[in-house]
Protein backbone atom coordinates (compact mmCIF):
# COMPACT_ATOMS: atom_id res chain seq x y z
CA UNK A 1 0.00 0.00 0.00
CA UNK A 2 3.20 2.50 0.69
CA UNK A 3 5.08 1.55 -2.85
CA UNK A 4 1.69 2.04 -4.48
CA UNK A 5 0.39 4.80 -2.72
CA UNK A 6 4.14 6.74 -3.43
CA UNK A 7 4.04 6.05 -7.04
CA UNK A 8 0.29 7.57 -7.16
CA UNK A 9 1.56 11.10 -4.82
CA UNK A 10 4.51 11.29 -7.40
CA UNK A 11 2.78 10.92 -10.36
CA UNK A 12 0.38 13.56 -9.07
CA UNK A 13 2.96 16.06 -8.72
CA UNK A 14 3.81 15.53 -12.86
CA UNK A 15 0.12 16.27 -13.10
CA UNK A 16 -0.12 13.37 -15.25
CA UNK A 17 -3.43 11.45 -16.23
CA UNK A 18 -2.15 8.08 -15.06
CA UNK A 19 -2.30 9.28 -11.40
CA UNK A 20 -5.84 8.30 -11.13
CA UNK A 21 -5.47 4.37 -11.21
CA UNK A 22 -2.45 4.43 -8.70
CA UNK A 23 -4.53 6.41 -6.29
CA UNK A 24 -7.31 4.12 -6.62
CA UNK A 25 -5.74 1.07 -6.33
CA UNK A 26 -3.73 2.59 -3.21
CA UNK A 27 -6.76 3.64 -1.47
CA UNK A 28 -8.10 -0.05 -1.98
CA UNK A 29 -4.94 -1.36 -0.25
CA UNK A 30 -5.03 1.68 2.34
CA UNK A 31 -8.78 0.81 3.13
CA UNK A 32 -8.37 -2.77 4.34
CA UNK A 33 -5.06 -1.82 6.34
CA UNK A 34 -7.12 1.03 8.43
CA UNK A 35 -9.85 -1.01 9.10
CA UNK A 36 -7.79 -3.52 10.62
CA UNK A 37 -5.85 -0.35 13.02
CA UNK A 38 -9.90 0.83 13.66
CA UNK A 39 -9.08 4.18 12.08
CA UNK A 40 -12.67 4.41 10.39
CA UNK A 41 -12.51 7.92 9.25
CA UNK A 42 -8.99 7.52 7.74
CA UNK A 43 -10.51 3.60 5.84
CA UNK A 44 -13.56 6.03 4.46
CA UNK A 45 -11.77 8.05 3.44
CA UNK A 46 -9.98 5.23 0.65
CA UNK A 47 -13.76 5.23 -0.69
CA UNK A 48 -13.56 8.84 -1.42
CA UNK A 49 -10.17 8.58 -3.02
CA UNK A 50 -11.28 5.58 -5.25
CA UNK A 51 -14.45 7.63 -6.16
CA UNK A 52 -12.12 11.09 -7.32
CA UNK A 53 -9.51 8.84 -8.98
CA UNK A 54 -12.81 7.93 -11.32
CA UNK A 55 -13.48 11.44 -11.22
CA UNK A 56 -9.98 12.87 -11.96
CA UNK A 57 -9.40 10.32 -14.62
CA UNK A 58 -12.27 11.42 -16.75
CA UNK A 59 -11.74 15.00 -15.71
CA UNK A 60 -8.33 15.97 -16.87
CA UNK A 61 -7.57 15.91 -20.36
CA UNK A 62 -5.16 13.48 -21.51
CA UNK A 63 -2.40 15.53 -21.12
CA UNK A 64 -2.83 16.31 -17.73
CA UNK A 65 -4.07 18.89 -15.25
CA UNK A 66 -4.09 22.58 -16.22
CA UNK A 67 -3.53 24.20 -12.26
CA UNK A 68 -5.74 27.33 -11.57
CA UNK A 69 -6.57 29.09 -8.58
CA UNK A 70 -9.71 29.41 -6.69
CA UNK A 71 -11.11 32.75 -5.26
CA UNK A 72 -10.37 34.03 -1.49
CA UNK A 73 -14.17 33.45 -0.78
CA UNK A 74 -13.39 29.71 -1.64
CA UNK A 75 -10.52 29.00 0.37
CA UNK A 76 -12.67 30.29 3.83
CA UNK A 77 -15.61 28.35 2.77
CA UNK A 78 -13.73 25.33 2.54
CA UNK A 79 -11.68 25.95 6.14
CA UNK A 80 -15.41 26.48 7.44
CA UNK A 81 -16.77 22.98 5.78
CA UNK A 82 -13.69 21.09 7.35
CA UNK A 83 -14.10 22.76 10.79
CA UNK A 84 -18.09 22.08 11.16
CA UNK A 85 -17.84 18.35 9.48
CA UNK A 86 -15.38 17.76 11.75
CA UNK A 87 -17.24 19.22 14.91
CA UNK A 88 -20.33 16.16 13.31
CA UNK A 89 -17.97 13.45 12.66
CA UNK A 90 -15.56 13.04 15.67
CA UNK A 91 -18.38 12.45 18.19
CA UNK A 92 -20.03 9.64 15.74
CA UNK A 93 -16.22 8.53 16.18
CA UNK A 94 -16.05 8.26 19.62
CA UNK A 95 -19.29 6.39 19.58
CA UNK A 96 -18.30 3.47 17.55
CA UNK A 97 -15.05 2.58 19.33
CA UNK A 98 -12.80 4.76 16.49
CA UNK A 99 -8.96 4.81 17.52
CA UNK A 100 -8.58 8.52 16.91
CA UNK A 101 -11.39 10.69 17.07
CA UNK A 102 -11.53 14.65 16.53
CA UNK A 103 -8.11 13.97 14.74
CA UNK A 104 -8.75 11.58 12.45
CA UNK A 105 -11.78 13.85 11.45
CA UNK A 106 -10.55 16.83 10.61
CA UNK A 107 -7.81 14.72 8.53
CA UNK A 108 -10.44 13.10 7.39
CA UNK A 109 -12.45 16.44 5.68
CA UNK A 110 -8.66 18.32 4.92
CA UNK A 111 -7.73 15.28 2.77
CA UNK A 112 -11.56 15.08 1.23
CA UNK A 113 -11.17 19.04 0.25
CA UNK A 114 -7.46 18.28 -0.83
CA UNK A 115 -8.68 15.63 -2.85
CA UNK A 116 -11.59 17.37 -4.56
CA UNK A 117 -9.21 20.46 -5.42
CA UNK A 118 -6.72 18.08 -7.24
CA UNK A 119 -9.70 16.55 -8.80
CA UNK A 120 -10.69 20.17 -9.72
CA UNK A 121 -7.33 20.95 -10.91
CA UNK A 122 -6.43 23.61 -8.60
CA UNK A 123 -3.13 24.28 -7.09
CA UNK A 124 -4.27 24.77 -3.09
CA UNK A 125 -4.93 21.33 -3.11
CA UNK A 126 -1.15 21.18 -2.45
CA UNK A 127 -0.90 23.73 0.40
CA UNK A 128 -3.65 21.70 2.18
CA UNK A 129 -2.40 18.19 1.38
CA UNK A 130 1.02 19.34 2.93
CA UNK A 131 -0.78 20.36 6.49
CA UNK A 132 -2.93 17.20 6.12
CA UNK A 133 0.04 15.10 5.66
CA UNK A 134 2.33 16.73 8.48
CA UNK A 135 -1.26 15.82 10.34
CA UNK A 136 -1.36 12.12 9.70
CA UNK A 137 2.50 12.19 10.35
CA UNK A 138 2.03 12.54 14.29
CA UNK A 139 -1.56 10.71 14.01
CA UNK A 140 0.06 7.09 12.51
CA UNK A 141 2.81 7.37 14.86
CA UNK A 142 1.26 7.34 17.59
CA UNK A 143 -0.84 4.51 16.41
CA UNK A 144 2.66 3.05 15.98
CA UNK A 145 2.28 2.67 12.36
CA UNK A 146 6.09 2.62 11.14
CA UNK A 147 6.06 2.84 7.47
CA UNK A 148 2.86 4.80 7.05
CA UNK A 149 4.13 7.53 9.03
CA UNK A 150 7.56 7.51 6.85
CA UNK A 151 5.27 7.41 4.48
CA UNK A 152 3.63 10.62 5.37
CA UNK A 153 6.55 11.96 6.27
CA UNK A 154 7.39 11.61 2.37
CA UNK A 155 3.95 12.69 0.93
CA UNK A 156 5.00 15.91 3.19
CA UNK A 157 7.71 17.15 1.45
CA UNK A 158 6.35 15.76 -1.76
CA UNK A 159 2.94 18.45 -0.95
CA UNK A 160 5.56 20.98 -1.07
CA UNK A 161 7.10 20.21 -4.20
CA UNK A 162 3.66 19.59 -5.89
CA UNK A 163 2.77 23.07 -4.43
CA UNK A 164 5.80 24.91 -5.85
CA UNK A 165 5.10 22.73 -9.40
CA UNK A 166 1.56 23.84 -9.61
CA UNK A 167 1.84 26.85 -9.01
CA UNK A 168 5.10 27.45 -11.30
CA UNK A 169 2.86 25.86 -13.70
CA UNK A 170 -0.48 28.22 -13.33
CA UNK A 171 2.35 31.78 -13.20
CA UNK A 172 3.67 29.66 -16.70
CA UNK A 173 -0.23 29.72 -18.29
CA UNK A 174 -0.96 33.43 -16.91
CA UNK A 175 2.19 34.44 -19.04
CA UNK A 176 1.94 32.72 -21.94
CA UNK A 177 -1.69 34.20 -22.41
Do not use: C
Amino acid sequence: ASIVSFIGVALGITAKRITWPWWALSSALYGIFFLQYKLYASAALQLVFIAAAIAGWYGWEPTGAKPGPVTNKYRIAIIAAILLATLALAPVLKSIGAASTYVDAILFFGSFAAQMLMVYEKYESWPLWLVVDAGYVALYASQGLLFTTLLYVVFTVLAALGWSKWYAAHRSAIRSL
